[in-house]
């Protein structure tokens, strides 16, 4: 008995074991007392006076390093009474927004995302979908031409369409977002600068039909069943035939005003089947069939939130995005 009460009088009591040392004295005080019951009337009065000193050196010991741990918390604590520091949380983007709507749209149609570069070889941005470079449909696009031989900056994304088209054989369903450049003087629907969204289905059976179809399902999808969409016959050298796609001015409603020009429409891309030169040129069988589109992202939050000019979502106005949340 002794040498135990003699261990653990010397044992060193950290917090790590704090609450294991009190379980074990609590447990060998009891066991002490029970003891003492057997123990003759002189003998008990001696060997109780033993244990209760035992039992307070314990305890002081105990309770001091308790006090310590206590300190050190109040120390470390965090004031919960103080009131929280202020955060600025962000929001995504107005253009991004309407992009992830289009992007669930098509990856929910079995559509696939490839991308490119956007400094990009005149062969892929030009020559390869039928715009050679005598053809006058080079006057069409003013393109940023660099310094570096041969070397653009993209003038769309048809180019990723390519590239691709050039690794891979059919059936093809993709979509290119990305950013694309042209030498367009700023007004309310054009920057030099601005994000498009094309997309390419090449395979057995494809007709113009199915085209418009996606097309429609797809601004349904985006803008709801209301908006009023339609086909004008257009041009473009890497389809035949080709179509503008516009959708009802949600300015002025299709009575006319400055954002759509008068004209009670928008234009928000184009499209058309495949011009069979553009298959022949990335090795593609003779016959095949296939339709493309493109999307001029950068006029959908236009459109989706009434904006008098498109240049407004590039200006990196906060006032103007927090009211567009």
Same mark, same amino acid.
């Given at each position: 008995?002794?040498?135990?009460?003699?261990?653990?009088?010397?044992?060193?009591?950290?917090?790590?074991?704090?609450?294991?040392?009190?379980?074990?004295?609590?447990?060998?005080?009891?066991? !002490?007392?029970?003891?003492?019951?057997?123990?003759?009337?002189?003998?008990?009065?001696?060997?109780?006076?033993?244990?209760?000193?035992?039992?307070?050196?314990?305890?002081?010991?105990?309770?001091?390093?308790?006090?310590?741990?206590?300190?050190?918390?109040?120390?470390?604590?965090?004031?919960?009474? !103080?009131?929280?520091?202020?955060?600025?949380?962000?929001?995504?983007?107005?253009?991004?927004?309407?992009?992830?709507?289009?992007?669930?749209?098509?990856?929910?149609?079995?559509?696939?995302?490839?991308?490119?570069?956007?400094?990009?070889?005149?062969?892929?941005?030009?020559?390869?979908?039928?715009?050679?470079?005598?053809?006058?449909?080079?006057?069409?696009?003013?393109?940023?031409?660099?310094?570096?031989?041969?070397?653009?900056?993209?003038?769309?994304?048809?180019?990723?369409?390519?590239?691709?088209? !050039?690794?891979?054989?059919?059936?093809?369903?993709?979509?290119?977002?990305?950013?694309?450049?042209?030498?367009?003087?700023?007004?309310?629907?054009?920057?030099?600068?601005?994000?498009?969204?094309?997309?390419?289905?090449?395979?057995?059976?494809?007709?113009?039909?199915?085209?418009?179809?996606?097309?429609?399902?797809?601004?349904?999808?985006?803008?709801?069943?209301?908006?009023?969409?339609?086909?004008?016959?257009?041009?473009?050298?890497?389809?035949?035939?080709?179509?503008?796609?516009?959708?009802? #001015?949600?300015? #002025?409603?299709?009575?006319?005003?400055?954002? #759509?020009?008068?004209?009670?429409?928008?234009?928000?891309?184009?499209?058309?089947?495949?011009?069979?030169?553009?298959?022949?040129?990335?090795?593609?069988?003779?016959?095949?069939?296939?339709?493309?589109?493109?999307?001029?992202?950068?006029?959908?939050?236009?459109?989706?939130?009434?904006?008098?000019?498109?240049?407004?979502?590039?200006?990196?106005?906060?006032?103007?995005?927090?009211?567009?949340?």
């Amino acid at each position: 008995m002794n040498k135990k009460i003699d261990e653990l009088l010397h044992l060193e009591i950290k917090k790590e074991n704090v609450l294991e040392v009190e379980k074990k004295v609590k447990e060998f005080v009891k066991e !002490l007392y029970q003891n003492m019951k057997t123990l003759p009337l002189e003998e008990k009065k001696t060997f109780g006076a033993e244990v209760n000193d035992f039992k307070l050196k314990m305890e002081e010991k105990i309770a001091s390093v308790k006090q310590n741990m206590q300190k050190t918390n109040e120390k470390d604590s965090i004031d919960l009474t !103080l009131s929280k520091p202020s955060l600025r949380y962000g929001a995504m983007h107005p253009l991004n927004k309407i992009y992830k709507r289009f992007e669930e749209y098509y990856k929910a149609n079995g559509y696939n995302i490839v991308s490119g570069p956007e400094i990009e070889l005149d062969k892929y941005n030009c020559e390869m979908l039928n715009i050679p470079e005598h053809h006058p449909a080079r006057g069409m696009q003013d393109t940023f031409y660099l310094e570096l031989p041969n070397k653009i900056l993209r003038s769309h994304t048809s180019a990723v369409q390519v590239r691709y088209m !050039l690794k891979h054989k059919p059936p093809v369903k993709i979509i290119s977002p990305g950013i694309v450049y042209r030498v367009d003087e700023l007004d309310p629907q054009h920057t030099p600068m601005f994000f498009q969204l094309e997309g390419l289905v090449v395979g057995e059976g494809i007709t113009f039909a199915d085209l418009k179809g996606s097309i429609m399902n797809c601004i349904s999808h985006v803008f709801g069943e209301n908006i009023i969409a339609r086909f004008v016959p257009s041009y473009y050298p890497y389809t035949e035939p080709s179509a503008g796609i516009d959708i009802t #001015c949600t300015v #002025c409603g299709g009575v006319g005003c400055r954002t #759509c020009k008068n004209s009670g429409w928008i234009r928000i891309g184009g499209c058309g089947m495949v011009h069979p030169n553009v298959f022949e040129n990335v090795g593609y069988e003779e016959g095949t069939q296939g339709f493309a589109f493109g999307y001029g992202m950068s006029k959908f939050p236009q459109i989706e939130y009434e904006l008098p000019e498109l240049r407004i979502l590039h200006d990196n106005n906060i006032k103007v995005y927090k009211k567009l949340k």
